[in-house]
């Protein structure tokens, strides 16, 4: 599941959110034209080994503001961009810019503690080798934004793109459904982590920052701030067009066909019968499908028992034989 927006506007400009966003952008290009990015994070990366020595405890605080790669730059900016503005909406310009760092540092902690903490119970070499590998990216003081929204705005919507096997849609689930997923995720991975199993991914300073963003919400008493009602409206969703998956049967004199079109009903469906090809349309509400068949045989353009049963459209055509010319001598 991708998040795409929420359904919650904040009452002023995220200002502070937003220079956190280009911060990140500017960094990471400077780094990536200037051909630097792997001497970057080695020297602004967290090294849990160092900074247990006393060594270069200020990378707590750059280590936040640097990424691996481009993919790992846009997920967390997307986050960030999306959970963000109505955070700092609560606490307000400058003390979100004060629980956003204070955030990162207390999960690249709690990465230290979980890699020390592998040591313990796995203490084979690759294992001690992760407290010399460095560490970046906001992913941990994000993980405080969306632990405070949780408890700030559980009840928010959140437009998120799922995607089951062959097809995709878009839904609009509650933050504490999404934010709970996502950090039961986290929690588990983060335990599996501790067994040794090897992962690209900090997943104690997820966790971490999460729990640190609910506790930041209840100990500073931090509350949305009231809005003027707005009146209610609809949503305005453009229908976004699916093909429906299709299946042909050819058989001595008939022809099944079967679409798989969940979402709509018998009568929102039309089927247009030429002879060698078959239109299936269909809309409702949001929900649009649009698909042509090719035939492998000839048919009478005329479909006969139409069903819809458990999202899927059957109906049968009959074959056209050729008529046979029959000579007389």
């Known amino acids: 599941m991708i998040p795409i927006h929420d359904e919650n ?33 080695k020297l ?19 280590s936040m503001f640097l990424h691996a790669n481009i993919m790992h730059l846009a997920g967390n900016m997307l986050y960030l961009w999306i959970f963000g503005d109505n955070v700092e909406d609560a606490f307000g310009h400058g003390r979100y810019l004060i629980f956003y760092l204070a955030g990162g540092v207390f999960a690249s902690i709690m990465h230290i ?36 929204y ?27 459904f999404y934010l709970g997923f996502w950090f039961l995720y986290q929690l588990m991975m983060g335990f599996v982590s501790l067994l040794g199993v090897p992962s690209t991914v900090a997943f104690w300073a997820h966790i971490g920052g999460f729990l640190f963003g609910m506790f930041a ?21 453009a229908p976004w067009t699916r093909t429906p998956l299709v299946d042909v049967i050819v ?39 649009y698909g042509r068949v090719s035939l492998p045989v000839p048919v009478i353009p005329r479909a006969e028992n139409i069903n819809y049963i458990n999202g899927t459209l059957s109906f049968i055509l009959y074959r056209a034989f050729p008529q046979t010319d029959i000579l007389e001598f």
């Open 217 to 237: 919400v209840k100990a500073f008493g931090v509350r949305p701030k009231a809005r003027r009602p707005r009146p209610a409206r609809r949503p305005v969703v």
């Open 150 to 176: 949780m408890l700030l705005f559980p009840g928010a919507r959140i437009r998120t793109l799922v995607f089951l096997f062959y097809f995709v849609t878009v839904i609009s689930v509650p933050a504490f």
């Open 251 to 289: 058989e001595d004199e008939i022809v099944r066909v079967y679409a798989f079109m969940p979402g709509v009903r018998l009568a929102d469906i039309e089927l247009t019968v030429h002879e060698w090809e078959v239109t299936i349309s269909a809309q409702r509400e949001a929900i649009r499908y």
């Open 44 to 62: 602004f990366g967290v090294i849990p080994s160092l900074i247990l020595g006393g060594d270069r405890l200020w990378t707590l605080l750059t």
């Open 9 to 41: 506007r904040p009452s002023r400009k995220p200002i502070i959110n937003y220079a956190l966003i280009i911060v990140n952008v500017v960094l990471f290009f400077f780094f990536l034209l200037d051909g630097g990015i792997n001497a970057g994070i």
């Open 113 to 148: 503690l979980s890699a020390l903490l592998s040591i313990i119970f796995n203490p084979i070499p690759y294992v001690i080798l992760g407290l010399h590998i460095p560490c970046v990216g906001a992913s941990g003081a994000i993980s405080a934004v969306l632990g405070a």
